[in-house]
């Protein structure tokens, strides 16, 4: 069937802080008319194609963010957000004056829910324009905004214990509201120039922390064309590109607009940086499960770094994966690709059918998250003759209530034993609905692990170091260039949230490379604890070989615990010398 879909701009939703109920209201029934409880079934048929032998990256939860999505206290509580295992949020700066959606007080600011966030594993970028208390922004003048951006960078910066500040936001939506907000100031001058004002007035405070942009409402050539030609020439180029993706169905747009943009960088000259979709999903869909599966899917295949769940409705609540602090139904559906470990690998949809798909070596387990028909269809699942002549294949599904009803649990469908023939196996699905969300796990029926052992460092949360690739490193993946400058805002390590059964201590064994030719050094800590030394004795097989492995003891409760190797780190003195991480296994 064909999609209605908004084609001009002013006729785009937009989620911000700002937004009245009613209008809010008026337009999820809008966008629910379209796609929502009463949708008409789509045709049914079709086959997701899952093939386990093609990689497309390593694991990281890319979608797993929110803007606003996390409040202080237990709005919301660790519990429920270390199954998400989030990446990226973006939240307001320090000081924020901002009434988002019509809240009585300013809530969410960053360095004061920022030991929350790094405790689950994730980052933050701070959006800078949320000092004002309305959006559109009641901007003043130029001497009221500097002395803002002074007060606010300043603030972050003599935060000398926080470490998860990914980025300035320098304005949001400019595209959309600049013009607006600026409207009683003569003197605001261009966005253009705004933003190079601006940009040179946090360099002058702060060196280190990166500078994202444009923050655009909606992705458009011309504007991007503009926006980083003057970046270019003014020296003030962003870390980060930052757009959002708000319509309905705009999942269809991601890929092209990553390939747009990809084209204007190449087109000037510049190297590709990383692409942060901060807003994504408009109000009628966010809260439907299979719409978050349709934008995992893509985010992944057009290689996003990181990507936010629009706040159209409460703060602190994931945008709407819970209620009262219990989960709705798309929490599930997040959960389970939070679950994902080891590599994304390829998935090809048929019309609406779709998914993300993971395979972990080390547990021989392929977690498939599918949805988006309705009927009958088939999941289709290609290079499994690693798992051995049968698997077992656990399908579960979501329920299709919204971000006011809790769920609390996912649904069971059918746990069922499969015949690999020739690598393959073909799950049908029946009775499928187009909003819910599904999974199918994966694994062989005999000689699983009762936990995961195995925590690869480039599935981790890695700060100031690199993701990198090679044959010889288990799963094709390691971190590197991990060092130590004495400032939280650029010193390296490595986060792994892990989960084990029981309280008891652990032997961990860290797999590693360490070509200096004398043994290095770094911290280790869990859980907020104290640091250790970890010492990697030197390794003959070069950078990018990890061949090297010490084992440590860690103390570990049951459940989830976050261990940090790092080459510097608050309340750490640092290490020394160099180390590559390939992966720890817990046993």
Avoid at 272 to 280: F, K
Avoid at 289 to 300: L, N
Avoid at 402 to 431: D, F, K
Avoid at 521 to 541: D, E, I, K, M, R
């Amino acid at each position: 069937m064909t999609h209605l879909r908004p084609s001009t701009r002013s006729e785009r939703t937009r989620g911000r802080p700002g937004r009245t109920a009613a209008v809010l209201s008026a337009i999820a029934v809008a966008g629910t008319a379209v796609f929502g409880f009463g949708a008409p079934a789509f045709a049914a048929g079709n086959t997701l194609t899952v093939n386990v032998g093609t990689t497309v990256r390593p694991v990281t939860h890319v979608a797993a963010g929110g803007l606003y999505g996390v409040d202080t206290g237990d709005t919301p509580p660790l519990e429920q957000l270390y199954p998400l295992h989030v990446n990226t949020f973006t939240q307001p700066p320090p000081g924020t004056q901002q009434l988002g959606n019509g809240a009585t007080h300013p809530c969410c600011d960053g360095l004061q829910v920022a030991d929350k966030i790094t405790a689950a594993g994730g980052q933050q970028y701070l959006r800078l324009p949320d000092i004002f208390s309305t959006f559109p922004y009641n901007w003043v003048s130029w001497s009221d905004w500097e002395s803002k951006i002074r007060t606010m960078i300043t603030a972050r910066v003599n935060a000398t214990s926080t470490t998860n500040i990914a980025g300035y936001e320098i304005w949001n939506e400019p595209d959309a509201n600049w013009a607006e907000s600026t409207k009683n100031d003569p003197n605001a001058g261009t966005y253009l120039n705004a933003w190079t004002r601006t940009y040179r007035d946090i360099r002058a405070i702060d060196t280190k922390t990166p500078i994202i942009g444009p923050g655009a409402s909606a992705y458009d050539h011309d504007f991007m064309v503009g926006f980083m030609t003057n970046a270019k020439n003014t020296n003030t180029l962003p870390s980060v590109a930052v757009w959002h993706e708000l319509g309905d169905f705009s999942y269809q747009d991601v890929q092209a607009h990553v390939a747009d943009f990809r084209g204007i960088e190449d087109s000037l000259g510049l190297p590709h940086i990383p692409i942060s979709i901060n807003e994504y999903a408009s109000p009628g869909q966010v809260d439907q499960p299979s719409i978050g599966v349709h934008y995992m899917a893509a985010f992944e295949r057009a290689g996003i770094h990181d990507a936010e769940r629009a706040y159209w409705y409460e703060a602190g609540t994931m945008d709407g994966l819970l209620y009262n602090n219990l989960p709705t139904a798309s929490y599930w559906a997040y959960k389970w690709y939070g679950d994902q470990s080891g590599n994304v690998v390829q998935t090809v949809p048929q019309s609406y059918l779709d998914g993300v798909a993971s395979y972990d070596a080390s547990r021989k387990q392929v977690n498939v998250v599918f949805g988006g028909d309705s009927g009958s269809n088939t999941v289709k699942v290609n290079g499994l003759a690693g798992l051995g002549n049968q698997v077992s294949v656990q399908l579960s599904s979501t329920n299709t209530t919204g971000r006011m009803t809790n769920q609390a649990a996912p649904n069971l469908v059918s746990t069922t034993t499969y015949s690999v023939v020739n690598g393959s196996i073909s799950v049908p699905v029946s009775n499928m609905d187009a909003v819910a969300a599904y999974q199918l796990l994966i694994t062989p029926t005999t000689g699983v692990p009762t936990y995961q052992q195995t925590y690869e460092a480039e599935n981790a949360t890695v700060v100031n170091a690199s993701r990198l690739s090679s044959s010889t490193a288990s799963n094709g993946g390691y971190v590197g260039r991990i060092d130590n400058s004495g400032d939280a805002r650029t010193d390296s390590f490595v986060d792994f949230l892990v989960n084990v059964p029981t309280a008891k201590a652990y032997t961990m064994t860290i797999k590693y490379a360490n070509a200096t030719g004398a043994t290095a050094t770094q911290g280790l800590a869990y859980n907020g604890g104290g640091f250790s030394t970890v010492s990697y004795p030197p390794t003959t097989s070069g950078w990018g070989n990890p061949t090297g492995s010490v084992d440590v003891a860690v103390q570990l409760k049951a459940g989830y615990n976050v261990i940090r190797l790092a080459k510097g780190a608050p309340n750490y003195g640092g290490g020394t010398g160099y180390a590559e991480l390939d992966s720890i296994r817990l046993q």
